[in-house]
T-cell receptor, first 112, second 114 residues
């Protein structure tokens, strides 16, 4: 079945620093890939997605590119803010309805 | 705004006392999902409804049941909660089950078992 691997957290950054959170996947076929964000005590919010190779998802300054050759979907942001502090989940969804498979989540802490 | 609503946000129950969590949606989506998320872990799918068709995950305990009386509402019933069932329960919806579709999550219900 599918699996998603994320870098361990927490990731601790100062405001305006560059962010990268690594995500790689294993899947049969070509899954759609998602980044979800979870703020403390809240549900998951879709941050961005990409449905085919070389697609770039972007939202609120965050970007991730679907790299088939490296089976990766790394999340990046050029300048993080304190309000970006949250847990970020990478997820994959394959054809024929296999369930949305999540990585273990990466906690981001941004200090002023 | 169209959305996924979960009530209550916090639920306290006693060990062994049945509890029901509710989810409603104004998105008119065909598919509704229930996930369990324990502290510092990824969400784990319990089951989903594709319209009225119920789909259980193989490792979902029998203690967990679900009902979907209409398109808008879905309920999670825990027949005899144990301490290990304390978690955040997330409801999600999607228009269909194809790979391109986004799942939209509600805010979650945090269940505490005493």
């Amino acid at each position: 079945g599918n699996s998603v691997t994320q870098m361990e957290g927490p990731v601790t950054l100062s405001e305006e620093a560059f962010l990268t959170i690594n995500c790689t996947y294993t899947a049969t076929g070509y899954p759609s890939l998602f980044w979800y964000v979870q703020y403390p005590g809240e549900g998951l919010q879709l941050l961005l997605k990409a449905t085919k190779a070389d697609d770039k998802g972007s939202n609120k300054g965050f970007e991730a590119t679907y790299r088939k050759e490296t089976t990766s979907f790394h999340l990046e942001k050029g300048s993080v803010q304190v309000s970006d502090s949250a847990v970020y989940f990478c997820a994959a969804l394959n054809t024929g309805f296999q369930k949305l498979v999540f990585g273990t989540g990466t906690r981001l802490l941004v200090s002023p | 705004d169209a959305m996924v609503i979960q009530n209550p946000r916090y639920q306290v129950t006693q060990f062994g006392k049945p509890v029901t969590l509710s989810c409603s949606q104004t998105l008119n989506h065909n598919v509704m999902y229930w996930y369990q998320q324990k502290s510092s872990q990824a969400p784990k799918l319990l089951f989903h409804y594709y319209d009225k068709d119920f789909n259980n995950e193989a490792d979902t305990p029998d203690n967990f049941q679900s009902r979907r009386p209409n398109t808008s509402f879905c309920f999670l019933d825990i027949r005899s909660p144990g301490l290990g069932d304390a978690a955040m329960y997330l409801c999600a919806t999607s228009p269909d089950r194809v790979r391109e579709e986004t799942q939209y999550f509600g805010p979650g219900t945090r269940l505490l078992v005493l």
